[in-house]
């Protein structure tokens, strides 16, 4: 492991920020890629989610921004709304070493007119999807000509996504002199000639086989299509883990598959491309602050879903791609925890299933699907309830405001409130199950920061 004290560019203030974020050591995408960034070469990885590739560009874009040059120095592009948050929510904390550094988010799903207002005072950095942004640039409410670094985030997704034309349209926007960051969890085809395309000279990193996976024992069972969904439950209700994402083709499958575990007292939540983008935000919330144990989505929407420990992953069909699998499934079994995913195999997948086994280049582990007791009703009951309290950001809605009211005139114990999340406009908290219903009267009956509450209990 190589410490960040090795990089002689970063200033003091910044390791000290570091340390008080956990950050010690590099991972291994980081020693590789933040020498060639912080010269300001350009760089293209390969870097699975979780492998620390944000803070590798954070950390290198960061340095070259100059505070008081109020123009956009820095754009990040994202293929999703909750990636593009999660990435700007790093940034954020990494920018505290200096200060007066402006970060926007510009995603869909949100006023235009609203983005308009902020970008009256231009930014230092930008994260965003291709067609926000690029959608503001044909506005002209964004520029981008004084632009030093351009970040292409899970490269291959917005790719898979369509937005090649968008990306293009973007970065033809931009100085030919900038710097391009790369980054990409699979390497199709694809990837190369939009490199090609971008970049200049780049530093080509890959800082491991994409078959390499963490400790995860993967399990493979047999069953037709009608025989899934009692497998499924079977399986969920026998192991009971405490978080599980299951991956579906569809989105109708997703919606149907939810539904059925619902149904059995298993709860779920389907998290799909269909749904508006409130509904995502607040299923992402829900999962992620154990308000929901099962989350039933596509590879596409779980792109960006950022679960420190997630205990077992479902393929309740396998992906068409290896490569995608192997993505799918790297999701659990992070940080030296131990993973466990199952893949689900109708006959007519058996070919994939073929091309997977010579993808990992070892055998498969089938199992008979007589070890699960199909028709055991085993609940599998969320320990959490999530409250969507009218009121986050822009009202100047604390998390400490939060759990004083709770704590305070409504009788919670500290150990009863969980995760609280804060978006403009609203703020959602976790409370114990048990204690939802009778909380959400007492928040009503009360007030935060000396103004009445207005609270609904997020409910399937």
């Excluded at 090609?196 to 996976?213: G, I, K, P």
């Excluded at 699998?325 to 131990?338: F, K, P």
Aim: net charge neutral.
């Amino acid at each position: 492991m190589t410490a960040f004290t090795t990089l002689t560019d970063l200033p003091a203030s910044q390791i000290a920020n570091l340390n008080d974020m956990g950050y010690t050591e590099m991972t291994p995408v980081q020693a590789a890629t933040l020498p060639a960034i912080l010269a300001r070469r350009d760089v293209r990885a390969q870097a699975k989610t979780g492998s620390g590739k944000t803070a590798a560009f954070g950390i290198g874009l960061l340095q070259h921004i100059d505070s008081t040059r109020f123009v956009t120095q820095a754009l990040v592009l994202c293929p999703t709304r909750e990636l593009a948050d999660q990435v700007s929510n790093v940034l954020r904390q990494l920018a505290r070493f200096t200060r007066n550094i402006k970060i926007l988010t510009l995603c869909g799903g949100q006023p235009i007119s609203a983005q308009r207002d902020s970008l009256v005072h231009a930014p230092h950095i930008v994260v965003g999807t291709p067609g926000r942004i690029l959608d503001h640039l044909q506005r002209e409410t964004l520029k981008l000509d004084q632009l030093a670094t351009l970040v292409l985030d899970e490269a291959d997704r917005m790719l898979e996504m369509g937005f090649r034309d968008d990306m293009e349209a973007v970065a033809a926007r931009t100085p030919a002199s900038r710097q391009t960051l790369l980054f990409s969890a699979t390497w199709p085809e694809s990837i190369a000639s939009l490199s090609a395309r971008f970049q200049r000279d780049a530093l080509h990193v890959a800082t491991e086989e994409v078959s390499e996976l963490p400790a995860i024992e993967q399990e493979f069972i047999e069953a037709s299509p009608k025989e899934k969904l009692p497998l499924l439950q079977a399986l969920l209700a026998q192991r009971q883990p405490a978080s599980c994402v299951v991956f579906c083709n569809t989105k109708r499958e997703c919606d149907d598959v939810a539904a059925a575990l619902n149904q059995q007292d298993i709860s779920a939540l389907a998290l799909h491309g269909d749904l508006e983008q409130r509904d995502r935000e607040r299923v992402l919330i829900r999962f992620a602050n154990g308000s929901g144990r099962v989350l039933v989505a596509t590879d596409v929407a779980a792109r960006g879903l950022d679960i420190k420990a997630l205990a077992m992953v479902v393929n309740y069909q396998l992906a068409w791609d290896p490569e995608v699998h192997v993505h799918r499934i790297g999701r659990t079994g992070r940080a030296g925890e131990q993973g466990s995913a199952v893949s689900l195999v109708a006959p007519d997948e058996m070919a994939r299933a073929h091309a997977l086994e010579d993808f990992l280049q070892q055998p498969l582990n089938w199992l008979a699907a007589s070890i699960l007791k199909k028709g055991a009703r085993q609940p599998l009951p969320a320990a959490m309830m999530t409250l969507c309290i009218d009121g986050g950001r822009k009202a100047k809605i604390r998390p400490g405001d939060i759990l004083g009211a709770l704590t305070g005139e409504a009788g919670m114990r500290a150990d009863q409130i969980g995760k609280i999340d804060i978006t403009p406009s609203h703020a959602y908290v976790a409370v114990a199950a048990g204690e939802a219903k009778a909380t959400l009267v007492k928040l009503k009956q009360g007030k935060i920061k000396g103004k009445s509450v207005r609270a609904i209990l997020l409910k399937d």
